[in-house]
């Protein structure tokens, strides 16, 4: 008999769902579908080159916020 394959980290564990887990899980597509929704109809109403610079806008300000708070160098030149 052979024995089961093992990973780097040890045996592999059986893979199972919480209630915890279905939950988060129907928040994330709740959140993820909502934003192709928002798109469609922010597209039909202001356009896509004005959608685009404002999410790109808008993330590149949260993703500074996030350097800032997290104190990472931003690299110069």
């Keep these: 008999m052979s024995k ?4 780097p980290t040890g045996p592999s564990l059986p893979l199972s769902m919480t ?3 279905w ?3 129907g928040v994330l597509s ?3 579908g ?3 929704l928002f798109t469609k109809i922010a ?3 202001i356009g896509p080159p004005t959608m685009v610079l404002i999410r790109v ?3 590149s300000v949260l993703l500074y ?3 800032r708070l997290r104190n990472i160098p931003i690299p110069h030149g």
Excluded: C, D, H, K
């Design 4 to 7: 089961p394959a093992r990973s």
């Design 30 to 32: 709740l959140i993820w």
């Design 43 to 45: 597209v039909e109403e």
């Design 57 to 59: 806008s808008l993330g």
């Design 19 to 21: 209630g915890g887990n």
């Design 65 to 67: 916020a996030i350097v």
């Design 23 to 25: 939950i988060m899980l």
């Design 34 to 36: 909502s934003g192709f």
